[in-house]
């Protein structure tokens, strides 16, 4: 039979083992502040680099606009001057003018022929630039138009054109193009530069962010690894210098341990003073029964040693449930059950039996008091030497994590060479007070809290057969 682990669920079982189940958990204060950070962080940059890219792509096209105007206003002036020689008009010192399809051309229409005669660069080679206005390309203030167009070849091409009126003697629509593959390179080329530098500024920026928020937290992991420690044994309370944004958290959690620790104490004195109250009455009771003689002498005597039983009981009951082990108690296995052991062999020192302790691990430690570890092995080991014909082994060890729900835990395992119990007896000998065997001196409360006490810790009890045909009584508790 197997005391479960996950028994009774009252306070003092809380906090013997720990809570029964873990809040829901949510995104980490790092996480978030991290996340949140490297959001911003990202789309600061992105709206920046939109920016940028939209300010350094209107400055390009400025820039070649104005190449354009220095053409076109060259342009003008020849034409209104009557010095344009449409036989040789000339490079405008741009040689691309002079090149087949270079990209770069001009052209001057007349306008007020049927139908108009154009005049363009040799680059255009017989062919003519598209008209802006007729792409909806709207005028300036200053009576120009600019603006993107699809030239010979299908090139795109970035346009400048205006209407100049001379009178009687025309009117002329002038264009200048060039090619705009050159404002798309020098933009493709920012735009990568920008991309790669916003990139590092942004890697840059994320990994500042993770520094700031670890070194920003670096109090609350302190206080997590104190915490950690007080649960291990390895300190009472949280000590230490903490921001004053925790500080008010910190002397609520020293608080609240120290009342534990009272409210511990005050519970175990008044369970002590009403064991004593009761039970000093109840013996003077049952020595006055020893003196009389009959049926009603007899009544009383084993009406006291059941009321003794029952008060023993619930005694202990009472003190288990108020017996709340604070947080941060541990107690040393090894020399524990070794004082056990030699306890043991000197009350059945009459029986001569051999009495075998094999603890696995020096180091090995109990997550609980003192107390209730003596308490419950020493029960164990009595219990063994009193039906032992020769021999009593004792063993503990470590339990590996898997076997004990992804807790630390240990197991001890007390063997006896004694008659042993059917599988009937065992789950019989468990029940409060039930004594298989009147002869035996004894409660018959000890195996029943033996699995009291292991399931106010989250423990397991069972009972089996031992290899020496004896009671073999299975203890898991837990570890540090």
């Known amino acids: 039979m197997t005391i479960p682990a996950d028994g009774a669920a009252s306070p003092a079982q809380a906090t013997r083992a720990g809570p029964a189940a873990r809040p829901a958990k949510t995104a980490s204060i790092a996480a978030r502040l991290f996340g949140s950070a490297a959001l911003w962080t990202v789309a600061m940059l992105l709206i920046g680099g939109v920016t940028l890219s939209s300010y350094y792509t209107r400055s390009v096209e400025r820039g070649f606009d104005q ?85 010979p070849e299908s090139q795109r091409l970035r346009v400048v054109e205006r209407i100049i009126d001379l009178g009687t003697d025309g009117r002329f629509l002038i264009s200048i193009a060039g090619a705009a593959g050159e404002i798309d390179e020098d933009i493709q080329n920012f735009n990568v530069a920008l991309l790669v530098s916003f990139l590092l500024l942004g890697l840059g920026l994320v990994t500042t962010t993770g520094f700031q928020v670890r070194f920003g937290l670096r109090p609350l992991a302190g206080m997590r690894a104190q915490l950690a420690e007080v649960r291990s044994g390895s300190r009472a309370r949280l000590d230490g210098a903490f921001p004053e944004e925790i500080a008010p ?44 003689e009959g049926a009603f002498a007899q009544k009383v005597r084993e009406q006291a040693v059941l009321m003794r039983r029952q008060i023993d009981h619930h ?125 035996k001196p004894g409660s018959g409360l000890g195996l029943a809290i033996v699995a009291d006490l292991a399931r106010v810790y989250g423990g397991g009890f069972a009972l089996s057969e031992a290899p020496e045909g004896g009671l073999r009584c299975d203890l898991t508790l837990p570890a540090v």
Request: include cysteine; proline fraction near 5%; aromatic fraction near 6%.
């Open 249 to 292: 958290l910190v002397a609520e959690l020293n608080g609240l341990l120290e009342s534990n620790r009272e409210i511990v104490e005050r519970a175990r004195t008044h369970v002590g003073n009403l064991a004593h109250g009761l039970k000093t009455p109840l013996s003077v009771i049952a020595n006055e029964a020893d003196t009389g």
């Open 315 to 439: 005694l202990e009951r009472a003190r288990l449930s108020a017996g709340v082990a604070f947080a941060g108690e541990t107690t040393p296995v090894q020399p524990a059950v070794e004082a056990l052991a030699r306890t043991m062999a000197k009350i059945h020192r009459d029986r001569d039996l051999a009495i075998d302790v094999a603890v696995s691990d020096e180091g090995l430690r109990f997550r609980g008091e003192r107390q209730d570890f003596e308490e419950m092995v020493g029960n164990l080991v009595d219990n063994a030497c009193k039906w032992a014909s020769a021999r009593v082994a004792i063993s503990v060890a470590p339990l590996a994590p898997a076997a004990a729900g992804g807790r630390s835990a240990l197991r001890v395992v007390v063997d006896d060479d004694g008659p042993g119990l059917t599988e009937a007896q065992r789950a019989e000998v468990l029940a409060r007070g039930k004594r298989l065997d009147e002869s």
């Open 67 to 151: 190449r354009l105007h220095v053409y076109l206003k060259t342009l003008v002036g020849a034409v209104a001057a009557g010095a344009f020689d449409k036989d040789d008009p000339g490079s405008f010192g741009e040689p691309r003018f002079e090149l087949p399809l270079s990209g770069w051309y001009w052209q001057i229409t007349r306008l007020d022929r049927d139908p108009p005669e154009a005049t363009t660069s040799k680059s255009l080679f017989e062919e003519q630039l598209p008209r802006l206005a007729e792409l909806g390309v709207e005028e300036t203030l200053v009576g120009t138009r600019e603006g993107y167009a699809l030239g």
